[in-house]
């Protein structure tokens, strides 16, 4: 009888879970579904913060005022689709990390 301890075989990732892995830390086109839901809702929560904020801050005249809101409107879809994936990007990044691959 030996005292060798069996090795371990590691799992190898499916073709799924390592297209995953690269669109989720490198690069690419990310094709699941909740990603996809969440930064929609992102981008629509930052147009809609935005415009709130622009008609906020804008002068009381009317064409500055349509100005301001566009302005916001678009600086919070930009900064709605940054942070939301930011978020996912450490997210997926520590679930790697972890060795849960999806």
């Known amino acids: 009888m030996s005292d060798e301890k069996p090795k371990k075989k590691k799992k190898s990732m499916s073709g799924k ?13 990310n094709v699941r579904l909740l990603d996809n839901l969440l930064q929609a809702g992102g981008a629509v929560f930052g147009l809609i913060a935005g ?9 009381p005249v009317l064409e500055l005022f349509c100005g301001s809101c566009l302005i ?11 942070v939301v994936g930011l978020f996912l990007r450490i ?4 679930k790697h990390a972890r060795g849960k691959h999806e």
């Open 91 to 94: 997210f997926r990044a520590i």
């Open 51 to 59: 415009v709130g904020i622009g008609a906020l801050l804008a002068p």
């Open 72 to 82: 916001g409107a678009v600086v919070g879809l930009i900064a709605g689709v940054f």
């Open 17 to 29: 879970e390592a297209y995953n892995a690269v669109t989720d830390t490198v690069t690419g086109v």
